[in-house]
């Protein structure tokens, strides 16, 4: 008949454990320092839309608003700014006005300016006349003062 004896087995069996650890342990270690990698580098330019207005062809005299004075029926009056591109793309170059104090004061008050549609390179500065002009229909009307916005936009190119 066979014999086993226990505590043979019961070592043979811690051995087999021990041994099983440790290997498993030496593959997760070699695992763990067997790696490769490489870095590279990246850039990108982030298109940017920037328009500043200014009353100075330093553009250093930002221009936050303008007091028009007091403008005759018929009559009409200029001012000069310089627009800067600011941003990193070449724009076009729009005005438009709009919050009037008075609705109905647009009907008879215009504003235009010389640089509709001009195409500003990044960085670039252009000079720009901006006229008010007030129709003569405006006698009449009760229209005595009025304020709006204007706002001036670069649009990609």
């Known amino acids: 008949m066979f014999s086993v004896n226990k505590m043979a087995m019961q070592k043979s069996t811690t051995l087999?454990?021990?041994a099983a650890l440790v290997g498993t342990a030496v593959i997760a270690l070699v695992a763990g320092?067997?790696?490769?990698?490489?870095?590279?580098n990246n850039s990108?330019?982030?298109?940017?839309?920037?328009?500043?207005?200014?009353?100075?062809?330093?553009?250093?005299?930002?221009?936050?608003s303008i007091n028009w004075g007091?403008?005759?029926p018929g009559?009409?009056?200029?001012?000069?700014?310089?627009?800067k591109n600011e941003?990193?793309?070449?724009?076009?170059?729009s005005m438009a006005t709009g919050n009037w104090s008075n609705p109905t004061a647009p009907t008879y008050i215009t504003v235009t300016w010389?640089?509709?549609?001009?195409?500003?390179?990044?960085?670039?500065?252009?000079?720009?006349?901006?006229?008010?002009?007030?129709?003569?229909s405006i006698v009449g009307t009760g229209i005595t003062t009025f304020s709006f916005y204007?706002?001036?936009?670069?649009?990609?190119?």
Do not use: P, R
Not at 75 to 83: D, L, Q, R
Not at 87 to 93: A, C, D, M, R, Y
Not at 119 to 136: H, P, R
């Open 16 to 18: 087999i454990v021990a």
């Open 33 to 40: 320092l067997l790696s490769a990698n490489q870095a590279f």
């Open 44 to 64: 990108a330019n982030v298109k940017n839309i920037g328009v500043g207005v200014y009353w100075n062809k330093a553009c250093t005299n930002k221009t936050t």
């Open 70 to 72: 007091s403008l005759d």
């Open 75 to 83: 009559g009409s009056k200029t001012f000069n700014v310089y627009i």
């Open 87 to 93: 941003g990193t793309i070449k724009e076009s170059l």
């Open 114 to 136: 010389n640089c509709t549609g001009y195409q500003l390179s990044n960085g670039a500065i252009v000079g720009a006349l901006l006229t008010l002009t007030v129709s003569q």
């Open 150 to 157: 204007m706002t001036i936009t670069g649009t990609e190119v």
